[in-house]
């Protein structure tokens, strides 16, 4: 596709009153959500399509965006998940042969607004050290009062329940029939690399809505039960917290990511915070408390496991913590097959330290068999 970049211009308000003028880039219109900043210097387009993304701005760190183009089988869902991009310089020419097309033309069949030429490494700082809060893109809205009243119309991310929204809307299934191992999937907004980990490991995976019941769930007579990733607030997802009771109680094997770990703490009566910030990044450094050894982690979230709360309970032991601010990366359940950990070891994009939590997996389905 011929490059359609206009250089027009694009303003972007933070909800604390800073105002940016930028450039245009992708589809026209105005966007908004809580602004984040991802410090990945590759994968963006699997960033931009992971559902945990769902009701944010994206600001990317790296210098440049764009450079090697978009490709169909780079994607972690069916379609772009962030509500808006903020760049600093964006590649109007990508470099990868076998790229599909170009990020622009992307961005506009995803109907993605995006404001670049602004200094990301600044804004970064700002976020880090006034916190996350909402903020407005638009490409229509150039008056401050106008920006002001459709900032106030974005939702706050502390309470806001997002992943029934973006769940799949019937069952399916993944993988080979004849499998020997069944692992039921709740979709909080799973990413299509966890499934594939799974299925690598010859598992059957039957991925149910986020609302699904466990008498559904028991139908598929599953040998493990696997809590995905999602967006949104874990406190405000009571409906969740108890799927997740109902399927310890079933004593079979468990094992959740992100949101699935929040999950996990909350069904063990563990509350959960908004952080200041959030991680997010393929570059964060959790240290496995079990092994002693350290891991380069994939992560994407805005809310933590309250350590306080861990200390306190005699259900729940942490495994895995962050090396950089000591937060819980990691729990797993006294006396009972189910652990969970707050980053993404199927590392799309990122390394591939953490992927064995998947072979952990399998191996306590197949002792529990």
């Known amino acids: 596709m011929a490059p359609i970049y206009t250089d027009s211009p694009a303003w972007l308000l ?12 992708g589809a026209k ?12 210097m590759t994968g963006y387009q699997e960033v931009f399509t992971d559902p945990s993304y769902t009701g944010q701005v994206l600001i990317m760190n790296n210098a440049y965006t764009g450079n090697y ?19 600093k310089n964006i590649a109007h020419k990508h470099s990868r042969t076998l790229a599909d097309d170009g990020l622009e033309a992307y961005l506009v069949q995803n109907n993605l607004v995006c404001i670049y030429d602004i200094d990301t490494r600044a804004l970064v700082q700002h976020i880090r050290n006034k916190g996350a809060m909402n903020c407005i893109i638009s490409t229509e809205l150039s008056d401050e009062a106008g920006l002001k009243a459709a900032l106030a119309k974005v939702p706050n991310m502390d309470g806001l329940e997002l992943s029934s929204e973006i769940s799949t809307k019937e069952a399916y299934t993944i993988g080979d029939a004849n499998a020997p191992i069944r692992i039921a999937v709740m979709d909080f907004g799973v990413k299509k690399m966890i499934l594939d980990c799974m299925v690598k490991r010859n598992a059957y995976v039957k991925v149910f ?31 969740a917290v108890k799927t997740v ?25 563990i509350p959960t915070y908004k952080m200041h910030h959030g991680h997010r990044g393929l570059n964060h450094p959790v240290k496995n408390l079990i092994t002693g050894k350290s891991e380069i982690t994939t992560q994407n979230h805005g809310f933590g496991v309250d350590p306080e709360a861990v200390k306190k309970s005699d259900k729940i032991e942490v495994t895995h913590v962050n090396l950089n601010d000591d937060s819980i990366e990691g729990i797993r359940m006294k006396g009972h097959p189910a652990f969970s950990v707050q980053y993404h070891p199927e590392a799309t994009p990122g390394p591939h330290d953490s992927r064995y939590l998947f072979d952990d997996f399998i191996n306590m389905i197949n002792d529990n068999k």
Do not use: W
């Not at 933070?14 to 880039?25: A, T, V, W």
């Not at 219109?29 to 990945?40: K, R, S």
């Not at 183009?69 to 379609?79: A, C, H």
């Not at 699904?212 to 409906?239: A, R, V």
């Open 69 to 87: 183009g978009v490709k169909k089988e780079d994607v972690e869902s069916d379609s772009v998940k962030i509500s808006g991009l903020i760049c």
């Open 29 to 40: 219109g105005t966007a908004g959500g809580e602004i984040c900043f991802n410090t990945g």
């Open 14 to 25: 933070l909800e604390d009153g800073s105002l940016f003028k930028g450039k245009s880039f």
């Open 245 to 269: 009771k109902d399927i310890l109680a079933t004593n079979k094997p468990f094992f959740g990511i992100c949101l699935g770990h929040q999950l996990l703490a909350r069904a063990n009566d």
């Open 209 to 239: 809505p986020a609302k699904t019941g466990i008498e559904e769930l028991k139908k598929f007579e599953p040998h493990g039960y696997f809590i995905s990733n999602g967006p949104g607030d874990p406190g405000s997802m009571d409906y």
